[in-house]
């Protein structure tokens, strides 16, 4: 196992202390020497992440007049959101390294996850927040005895402050979007995805995205999966933004946006004006001939609540944003009456009630 550049495609050994190519700076992701048998897979703490259930909506696919709709219940991950599949193993490798401090910045669901996966490894953490985050996510990552600091102003404030509190005391910055580890330990939900489907995946996979990690580790598994063979074909993957924070959209579509600096949203979890990912986020969506769409705040909310009404699924505002796309997409002739779609519920309700 080792990590390698996405630009320049030279190799390092996998560490948790190397975020960024030595080379070139660029993000990394893991990869694995297939002439070595057994090669060594990260360790990973658990707390019984994973094997998520999908079930079909009927009634929502009758109300938005496609046949067949499918969710993926991420909600129902330890800490309530698809981040445990990522902290379980990028906390399993900074724990094996013996490192006992680390930094994080999130708008809540990330840091609630880091802070009970390092809880359990007995590792010391610090989270950075944008003041504005739900209540019940910061009260969330308190209970499990991090140390919480509240930034003002929008979210990639909490990540400028992250950055300055590791230059200061030299703890490790456990970063979810950048971590080569969290990216791998995201790509659960595909594999999954495939073992539970089979040969029956869906035409399409509409994903909420601010800073794409849930994205491009579905993108690299349906691509590993594809060029072994294990599948024949793969869905077409769309990004879902706020029209507030959509970068991706803007680029995608060949739109003009400007970042409004005092711009919120109520789907904090894709507050992202600048993911560091970008480029992958870009290649994740045009090489299966997916798309990427933004909504409103209006539709994110009501799409929450048709969403609990018909089908008796409370998620996060993040969650239902893609719900919301999924309507945007097919008002654009992207996705057809008859075409089967299946929707990751990224995050429970119950931690952001806005
Ligand atoms: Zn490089």
């Given at each position: 196992m080792y990590f390698e550049c996405i630009d320049c495609a030279s190799s390092t050994i996998a560490n948790?202390?190397?975020?960024?190519?030595?080379?070139?700076?660029s993000p990394l992701i893991i990869n694995y020497?297939?002439?070595?048998?057994?090669y060594e897979l990260p360790k990973t703490i658990t707390l019984g992440e994973g094997n998520t259930s999908i079930i079909e909506l009927t009634r929502f696919s009758q109300a938005i007049g496609i046949t067949k709709v499918y969710a993926?219940?991420?909600?129902?991950?330890p800490t309530g959101s698809f981040k445990d599949r990522g902290s379980s193993v990028m906390i399993g490798a900074i724990s094996s390294a013996g490192i006992k401090d680390i930094v994080e910045d999130s708008s809540g669901n990330a840091g609630a996850s880091v802070a009970a996966y390092a809880a359990r490894a007995n590792i010391s953490t610090h989270i950075f927040v944008p003041e504005s985050a739900p209540k019940a996510k910061i009260d969330q990552i308190t209970v499990y005895g991090a140390t919480v600091h509240k930034v003002p102003g929008h979210r990639d404030n909490a990540t400028k402050k992250a950055h300055d509190f590791v230059s200061q005391?030299?703890?490790?910055?456990?970063?979810h979007n950048i971590n080569p580890y969290f990216l791998e330990g995201t790509k659960s939900f595909a594999f999954e995805l495939v073992d539970q489907l089979k040969n029956n995946l869906p035409d399409h996979i509409v994903i909420p995205v601010g800073n794409g990690s849930l994205l491009i580790a579905t993108y690299l598994t349906l691509k590993h999966l594809k060029n072994l063979g294990s599948i024949t074909r793969v869905p077409k993957l769309h990004a879902i933004q706020s029209e507030r924070f959509m970068p991706i959209v803007a680029e995608v579509n060949d739109t003009q946006w400007q970042f409004d600096q005092n711009a919120t949203t109520v789907?904090?979890?894709?507050?992202?004006?600048?993911?560091?990912r970008f480029k992958q986020i870009l290649t994740s969506i045009n090489e299966f001939n997916g798309s990427a769409a933004s909504v409103t705040e209006e539709s994110i909310l009501g799409y929450r609540s048709l969403l609990a009404e018909s089908e008796g699924i409370y998620m996060e505002p993040t969650s239902s944003a893609a719900f919301a796309g999924l309507h945007a997409l097919a008002d654009k002739n992207i996705?057809?009456?008859s075409d089967t779609v299946l929707i990751p519920v990224?995050?429970?309700?119950l931690k952001d009630s806005n």
């Open positions: 948790p202390t190397i975020l960024r190519c030595p080379d070139c700076n020497d297939a002439s070595q048998s057994n993926k219940l991420e909600n129902t991950n005391t030299g703890f490790l910055y456990a970063s789907a904090g979890g894709i507050a992202s004006s600048n993911p560091p996705i057809g009456p990224t995050g429970n309700g």
